[in-house]
């Protein structure tokens, strides 16, 4: 703990300095920017800037450069390499993107990530490519590609999110097809008289995943939003994967069978302080992973639930936003293993609307004999490796145009 608290020591030095300059090129902040930001927190369809262009056409950047490090308690070769697999200097992401709205009811967006290009992994790159037609000032249809409406972790703006990782629950989700971006089409509706009391989106999706093709039947999604109230907005959703997706190259590793899961999630947001959490469950629709007379018995189902609460700090043209964040993961509900707990602490500094540096301590804790999650469970030449405790700081440097 010695070396985080130097670091933590050596970063927050020099902050007042850095409060006090400027960027050049740099806009001065208006006295609107200057006061606690009370963005309200939106979801989106994958949208890293939850904002755009209202016509014309419109790019933005967001880059964000992180340093990771980690101590894990486990000293296997294999156990400390996973979990200090994100640790080091990288370039976190690179988004460039492009909105056109040429008319009031005809818009669209396209998402590129560059920093996947790091690992030559091409498609990764695409983030989103759609388009919206807005029938009526009630209804609308998307097509392309974009997130699926599920879980309030993946649906907020990742240029907003106040934490340095998403956590177990959110790469879960991804790992068995629910959660992350797909090819489909939705039917956004607000039927009631009033928008915000009640907002549906019913999405029909090919159902395929990094390493997989298109699954027959493909995934349905839905999702409803309400917010009876000013500062509360509230949400449901479910995702059905009808029947198993096609791993590539023909094998098991990454292939999808049927299932379903479900959240409900909640946020209360005022000027300076946002309360949010979420509860979700399913099936683990992992193929490696569910009963096989072979193995033995394996995970089938799962359960989560994580809450965090941000305030905000407005100091001169600054704005400082500790927060506090607890995760409980249960990946594997049959068997006394499967459990993660992790507890966050952050802190972030605006400097300017477009510049945020993020300070993150994390620690995990997990059953023993817990597998990775999104990992394979075991190494030829380093024997079975688990899931292990960590603590782990971040500092991430986001930088929006």
């Known amino acids: 703990m010695c070396r985080f608290s130097l670091i933590l ?88 993107r492009v909105v056109a709205k040429p008319t009031a009811w005809l818009s669209g967006k396209v998402l590129l990530d560059f920093a996947a290009l790091r690992n030559e992994d091409l498609p990764q790159s695409v983030k989103l490519a759609y388009s919206t037609i807005q029938l009526h000032s009630r209804v609308a249809i998307s097509a392309g590609l974009f997130k699926r409406p599920f879980s309030l972790l993946e649906l907020l703006p990742i240029g907003e999110y ?37 907002k549906v989106s019913l999405g029909a999706f090919q159902g395929g995943h990094a390493d997989t093709t298109a699954a027959p039947d493909g995934l349905l999604a839905a999702r409803l939003e309400s917010t009876p109230f000013k500062h509360l907005h509230l949400g449901v959703d479910a ?20 299932g379903w899961a479900w959240s409900a999630d909640v946020i209360v947001d005022y000027a300076k302080f946002d309360i949010r959490a979420e509860i979700l469950g399913g099936d683990r629709t992992d193929i490696k992973n569910r009963p096989n007379p072979d193995l033995g018995a394996s995970a089938t189902s799962f359960l989560g639930a994580w809450g965090l609460l941000l305030y905000r700090i407005p100091v001169a043209k600054s704005v400082l936003m500790p927060g506090v964040k607890f995760e409980w993961l249960d990946s ?18 605006d400097f300017d609307p477009r510049v945020r540096l993020l300070l993150d301590l994390t620690h995990q804790w997990v059953d023993p004999g817990t597998m990775p999650l999104g990992k394979k469970p075991s190494s030829d030449t380093i024997g079975t490796v688990h899931d292990v405790d960590f603590t782990r700081f971040v500092m991430q440097l986001q930088v929006r145009i």
């Open 332 to 349: 594997d509900r049959d068997h006394p293993v499967g459990n993660h707990m992790l507890l966050s602490g952050a802190l972030n500094i």
């Open 239 to 258: 995702v059905w994967r009808r029947k198993a997706s096609v791993a590539d190259y023909g094998t098991s590793d990454g292939a999808q069978s049927d």
């Open 9 to 96: 020591l050596l970063l927050t030095l020099p902050v007042p300095v850095l409060a006090q300059a400027r960027l050049p090129g740099a806009v001065t902040p208006s006295a609107e920017d200057s006061v606690s930001l009370p963005a309200r927190v939106t979801t989106t369809m994958g949208d890293a800037f939850a904002d755009e262009a209202e016509t014309g056409t419109e790019l933005r950047v967001l880059v964000q450069t992180r340093y990771g490090q980690t101590a894990p308690s486990s000293d296997r070769v294999g156990e400390r390499a996973l979990a200090q697999d994100p640790d080091g200097w990288v370039l976190n992401r690179a988004f460039l």
């Open 162 to 198: 106040e934490f340095g990782d998403n956590g177990p629950t959110d790469g879960l989700i991804k790992d068995l097809g629910f959660g992350g971006r797909d090819i489909g089409a939705m039917l956004d509706v607000s039927p009631l008289s009033r928008k915000k009391w009640l």
